[in-house]
């Protein structure tokens, strides 16, 4: 089935400069056999990843089915029903945010931003950007993008009663978040080709071989140092260096999640020599000590 594109038509110059990102809510929901949401629409825009199971997405019309790895864009106002298959129903992470500022005082709840189609203020939902999403596209490394869903949950405390500056760290690893989805989702993206097949080697290959040898495969590709640094930083919001070491962490976190290892294991095997600075290394990067974002996700070791 040919999923539609959702297509915006601006001047260059301006296509950006009206947008700010702004994370809302994360979460992880988990349907039951054959559980199906009403027709509805949302006012903030969503991306979903499905962890497991399967199911059925009516979107605006159209409806496909989804599977393990299927990344789903859902802009506001978009008519959508999510059905879960009655033998492996899914299992959701999704992060609901603003393109930009939208004013919405009355608006306290996550339940706020979910209401039937035909009660649905215009007003109260913002516009889309200006580029073009497929509506769907698929990941093979699901337990990588499982890792950036954990860095936008926030513990419940967060939602009511803590610091609004802390709401700062997660909106910040939104950010990274976004811009990872939209380079692989960008419909006529911008992205060099020669970075792209640098991008998949990376994810093929182990951290040593890709600090080892991040430039010499540039240089295969025909691009030397300060192109390669250029173009990638471009494509990527990252200088080489910092995107595997941003890397290393999400893997870190999945091996915290599905690995039996310990954690001063874990840190030998990243090449961390001290478990104090490697613990506030991950911190750093995630808001979270290794044992308790080992402890929150699920890992029983």
């Known amino acids: 089935m040919k999923i539609p ?10 296509r950006y400069s009206a947008y700010n990102p702004l994370l809302l809510f994360a979460q992880k929901y988990v349907f039951a056999p054959d559980e199906q949401c009403s027709l509805r629409k949302c006012y903030a825009s969503a991306i979903v990843l499905i962890e497991s199971g399967k199911g ?18 859902i802009p506001a106002g978009s008519v959508h ?16 945010f603003d393109w930009q500022h939208v004013d919405r005082p009355d608006f306290q709840y996550q339940r706020d931003y979910f209401c039937a189609v035909e009660d649905y203020r215009e007003e109260l939902s913002c516009v889309h950007p200006t580029i073009e999403l497929h509506e769907m596209i698929h990941s093979s490394n699901i337990q990588l993008w499982v890792s950036y ?29 976004l811009h990872q989805y939209v380079s692989a989702a960008m419909k006529n993206g911008t992205r060099d080709p020669r970075i792209t ?25 025909g691009l030397k140092k300060s ?14 260096n910092d995107y595997v070491k ?5 893997r870190i976190a999945e091996d915290l999640v599905c690995n039996a290892l310990s954690i001063t294991d874990i ?16 911190r750093s990067t995630t808001g979270l000590s290794p044992s308790d974002y080992r402890k929150k996700y699920g890992a029983v070791y």
């Open 5 to 14: 594109v959702y297509s915006f038509r601006v001047d260059y110059v301006t």
């Open 149 to 177: 869903y954990n860095a936008l949950t926030p513990p419940p405390e967060m939602l009511s009663t803590r610091s609004p500056w802390d709401r700062l760290q997660y909106n910040g690893a939104f950010q990274t978040f």
């Open 267 to 282: 840190a030998s095997k990243y090449g961390f020599s001290s478990i104090h600075y490697f613990s506030k290394a991950f």
């Open 197 to 221: 097949r640098i991008l998949e080697r990376i994810e093929q290959e182990t951290l040593e071989a890709c600090e080892r040898y991040l430039y010499q495969w540039a240089e295969e590709l």
């Open 227 to 240: 192109r390669f640094h250029a173009l990638f930083k471009t494509d990527t919001g990252y200088s080489p």
């Open 56 to 73: 059925d997405l009516d979107l605006d019309g159209t409806c496909c089915e989804v599977q393990p790895g299927s990344l789903v864009y």
């Open 246 to 250: 941003q890397l290393q962490f999400h």
């Open 81 to 96: 029903r999510w059905v879960a298959d009655s033998d492996d129903p899914m299992v959701h992470r999704c992060a609901y």
